[in-house]
């Protein structure tokens, strides 16, 4: 089996937390560039890596800590590259302990997660997309019917805006697409039984840059909203 192991995932950034949560986007519009392996190790460790190595808690909080979710890249055929050239084309699974990526399908699955997601462009031309399953019966098994149909996607939710945060910092996009027929993504993946895919995230390097708000601008907003606030009030 092809094991990558990754590059450690850097604990410190040029951009604030503020600034990503100001300019995240969903981004759709993806150059031909291919993702560095550094990228594409700090965003499966944003996703879902491990930040607590004494308990092996994640950087996205989960329900009784169960942890449902499985984490796949995409790697389209030059689609993301590291010191030793380019990484095999293929689907490759996170192993957040090891802080690893498992080969577990060789081939640019691209099209066919493409044609499985209703002709999204954007699934097709990204160099890379993550996609998150959810093993429903770990959170079932221990919350039951609330754990599944609630706690899995509450916990999907901070697992993929992690994703697009840490794609905003580092100046790549992504945009969580949740249409798609789950059966055909499950094939196209070869994902083992048990797992369903709940979302994908395409990533690559923007077109158009980030639009941040200017100084003053979300000042403006708030207060001709504010004004509006006022005289209803009154
Ligand atoms: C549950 C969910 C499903 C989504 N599915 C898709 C999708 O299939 N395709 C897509 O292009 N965008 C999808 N989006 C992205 C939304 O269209 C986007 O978040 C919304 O337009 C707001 O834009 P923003 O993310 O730039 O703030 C999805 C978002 C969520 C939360």
Partial sequence: MTVIFLPPPRL????????ALARRRSVRDFSDEPLALEELSQLLWAAYGVSD??????????AGALYPLEVYAVVGERGAV???GFVQAGVYHYDARAHAVELRRPGDARAGLYRASLEQPWVL???????????????????????????????????????????????LGTVAVGA??????REVLGLPRGETPV????????????????????????????????AAAR
């Fill in 125 to 171: 031309r990204a160099p890379v997309s993550i996609v998150f399953t959810a093993v429903y019966e770990r959170t079932a098994a221990v919350y039951g019917e609330r754990g599944r149909v609630r706690y899995v996607h509450a916990d999907l939710g901070h697992a993929a805006q992690n994703v697009y945060l840490q794609a905003a910092a580092l100046g």
């Fill in 82 to 84: 590291g010191a030793g």
């Fill in 53 to 62: 190595p004494r308990s092996g808690f994640r950087t996205a909080p989960s």
């Fill in 180 to 185: 798609f027929r789950d059966e055909e993504v």
């Fill in 12 to 19: 410190r950034g040029a951009v604030s937390v503020e600034e």
């Fill in 199 to 230: 979302y994908i995230m395409p990533v690559g390097r923007p077109l158009s840059p980030y639009r941040q708000p200017a100084e003053g601008e979300l000042e403006e907003y708030f207060e001709a909203h504010r004004r509006r606030a006022r």
